[in-house]
């Protein structure tokens, strides 16, 4: 069987990924328009696959999105997931944990809003920050970060045992790509709201967030929870390599209208 788009980006378990060797401008040969109109393509059969998905209630898709600021969590959500029944979609975005959070281990919030069968959960943001933002920024230890690699990895494999799919997303933009998007923010008066005096603090740490992803992803793409590599320097591109892989996902999972559990016959409308 022919390779999907999204399998070239997938990281295979074990494999150490150095991430200046992944080429955020790649189109794999794409034109704009082709992949828009594939775009479209997967969007409606994502639809169709997802009524499935609700009906059936075997399965649940949890979709994890993690990047650099401006790199398109946002525009990815938007593009990619507008076909979809919002009744079964549910999007959570982690923001620096409360105290409440804080007083729980670092899985908790994650685990309690983990996608239910039958839904399609997103996460922008994710348990992934607790490897990121935390090493980097120095908020704990390397023995408290360096064991986090396996907690992460038990707490998916329990996830994948009980019927839910994981695709991890890392959103991959060049320094200069960011730097564009981020002055784009700065001059155009419509967009000055998404800026934050801390994009422009957390770029200066770019060189220790690639070293903490590159890390991340290595130790954390397993057999039951793969991380893909999508290069996103080119919006349109981003948009399919992701949607190839959310209809990948619902497709494998062989998805079926359930048999009623009663005799039609039976049954009787006055
Ligand atoms: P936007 O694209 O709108 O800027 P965002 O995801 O960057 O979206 P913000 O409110 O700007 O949203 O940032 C959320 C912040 O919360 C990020 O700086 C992120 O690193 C931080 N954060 C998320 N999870 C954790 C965590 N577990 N520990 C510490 N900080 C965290
Ligand atoms: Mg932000």
Not at 55 to 65: E, F, T
Not at 119 to 128: A, K
Not at 129 to 137: G, I, K, M, S
Not at 207 to 212: K, P, Q, V, W
Request: glycine share 4%.
């Amino acid at each position: 069987m022919a390779k999907s788009l999204s399998e070239r980006y997938k990281v295979k378990p074990g494999r150490k990924v150095k991430l200046s060797d992944w080429d955020p401008g790649d189109t794999a040969g794409w034109s704009r328009e082709e992949a828009e109109a594939q775009v479209q393509e997967n969007l409606a059969r994502m639809f169709e696959l997802q009524y499935l998905l609700a009906a059936q209630n075997k399965h649940a898709l949890l979709v994890v999105l993690q990047a650099m600021d401006a790199a398109g969590k946002d525009g990815t959500i938007r593009n990619v997931m507008r076909g979809l029944n919002p009744q079964g979609c549910h999007v959570t975005s982690f923001k620096a944990p409360s105290t409440d959070e804080l007083d729980h281990d670092f899985l908790w919030r994650i685990h309690a809003n983990s996608p239910r069968k039958g839904d399609i959960g997103i996460f922008n943001r994710s348990h992934y920050e607790d490897v990121l933002v935390t090493r980097v920024r120095k908020l704990i230890s390397k023995d408290v970060w360096s064991a986090r690699y396996r907690q992460i990895n038990d707490f998916e494999r329990i996830l994948s045992d009980n019927c839910t799919t994981i695709l991890k997303f890392y959103l991959h933009i060049t320094k200069n790509e960011q730097a564009d998007r981020l002055r784009k923010r700065l001059e155009d008066p419509k967009k000055n709201w998404k800026l934050s005096p801390a994009d422009s603090e957390e770029r200066k740490l770019w060189d220790d967030y690639m070293a903490a992803y590159q890390d991340a992803i290595s130790k954390c793409s397993t057999r039951y929870g793969a991380w893909y590599i999508v290069p996103s320097n080119r919006k349109w591109f981003r948009d399919l390599v992701v949607s190839d892989a959310v209809l990948g996902a619902l497709k494998n999972m062989k998805l079926k209208l359930p048999q009623p559990a009663f005799d039609l016959s039976k049954i009787v409308i006055e």
